[in-house]
């Protein structure tokens, strides 16, 4: 069985330059989540899909922060413009029914 | 406030010892407690999942413990190995999830 696909791995970027991660949770799994992860902490919340509904967006910086889960599978998280303190590693998980949590690889995100 | 820690943050101890790794969380209605491991530059892996109605589960060499009243977990691995060497972080399901900060693990051959 396939697990979580993260796109791409690393990005670097200058600031103020929009930047997009993809994310294709494992077949059959109706939770998502998208995580920021600094070094030496553990990882943030930013934003859980039960489906395609966004049911916690509470962590999400929505001024240039955004996300979107299509036909309640794959999840696009776009940030733009992006700052310099965005730097760092953006986690896909997928669950069924919130059980279980299954991890990508990350993206890991350098802002110059 | 919802907040989960972990002491110790880092932790070394020569092979084959039994160590006890420490979760806590100061809002006890819960619906999971979730413990992963993390490899320097990977994602997490998951290693148990304990239900807010279970008392512990376990997976070969580790035994997983919930106290909700006492707000606690605790990730008991048994006989340590090199390759357990990584960071360990539990996780506690509310509305939200919410990380605890990691235990960096050493074992020693």
């Known amino acids: 069985e396939a697990g979580v696909v993260q796109s791409p791995r690393y990005k670097i970027i200058e600031k103020k330059q929009p930047v997009a991660f993809w994310c294709n949770p494992i077949?059959?799994?109706?939770?998502l989540y998208w995580y920021l992860q600094n070094l030496g902490q553990g990882p943030e919340l930013l934003i859980r899909?039960?489906?395609?509904?966004?049911?916690?967006d509470s962590q999400l910086p929505k001024d240039r922060f955004s996300a979107e889960r299509l036909k309640g599978v794959d999840s696009t998280l776009k940030i733009q413009p992006a700052e310099l303190g965005d730097s760092a590693v953006y986690l896909c998980?997928?669950?069924?029914?919130?059980?279980?949590?299954?991890f990508g690889p990350g993206t890991r995100l350098l802002v110059l | 406030k919802q907040e989960v820690t972990q002491i110790p943050a880092a932790l070394s101890v020569p092979e084959g010892e039994n160590l006890v790794l420490n979760c806590s969380f100061t809002?006890?209605?819960?619906?999971?407690l979730q413990w992963f491991r993390q490899d320097p530059g990977k994602g997490l892996t998951s290693l148990l999942l304990?239900?807010?109605?279970?008392r512990e589960q376990t997976s070969g060499r580790l035994n997983a413990s919930l106290d909700k009243s006492s707000g606690r977990s605790t990730l008991y691995i048994a006989a340590s190995q090199p390759g357990d060497s990584a960071t360990y972080l539990c996780?506690?399901?509310?509305?939200?999830?919410?990380f605890g900060p990691g235990t960096s693990l050493s074992v020693i051959p």
């Open positions: 077949s059959g799994h109706n939770t």
């Open positions: 304990i239900q807010s109605s279970q």
């Open positions: 809002d006890s209605a819960i619906y999971n």
């Open positions: 996780a506690v399901s509310y509305d939200k999830v919410i």
């Open positions: 998980a997928s669950s069924l029914q919130g059980g279980t949590q299954y």
């Open positions: 899909y039960e489906n395609e509904e966004a049911v916690d």
